[in-house]
């Protein structure tokens, strides 16, 4: 049994304080009766409509997708701007959504899914995925630089946890370089603000791996799905921060 909102909000309908204001407004039936508790729990058995649509019971679906540049991580856009489900649209029935997000510019490993339990999973900090991204830099970060990376620098939204980062080539007369990251966060923007904070701005930004996932032969706006061994990885490493 589950509660109603949670129910609604995993099906893709609406965020859990929109399916809240649903309920509470009386928009939301359950078996053909109007249910205005927000505790309710229904079962996989109970048939829900909101606003008179019924909710699918779809098949949870998993992908992994290498994320072109200009494209936003979210189900619609508001300014009308490509969104990576757009990606999905032709060939994918489901409602899938970005677990988590990588900014406009920023291309790589991207997961989607419907299953909105393993979103959180996989997003909450408490549970620590590692993500690991290149960074082209404009300039060259110092040794103490990346220093205070790896410990951990000041943002305007506090302390980063620490992380593991390493150079892996520089031109000094160019004035660029190239940087490996890893970090479990998953702030926003937080990989160009940690390199703009050092004084060396991110001018390319690509996530290469998500724990033990990569990109493998994929090419940008290319995907595959997870396979079930994958997905039941990725809960056990969630729920224990480790693999055996
Ligand atoms: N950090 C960023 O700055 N951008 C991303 O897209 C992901 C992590």
Redesign the pocket.
Known sequence: MERLQKVIAYAGVASRRKAEQLITEGKVKVNGKVVRELGTKVSNSDTIEVEGVKLEKEDKVYFLLYKPKGYISAVTDDKGRKTVVDIFKKRVPERIFPVGR??YE?TGLLLLTNDGEFSYQLTHPKFKIDKT?VARVKGVPTIEGLKKLQRGIKLEDGKTAPAKVSMTSFDEKAGKAICEITIHEGRN?????MFEAIGTPVVK?K?ERFAFLDLGSLKPGEYRQLTKHEVKQLRVLAETGRLD
Do not use: K, S
């Open positions: 990588l900014d920023t991204y923007r937080q990989v160009r603000r930004l996530r």
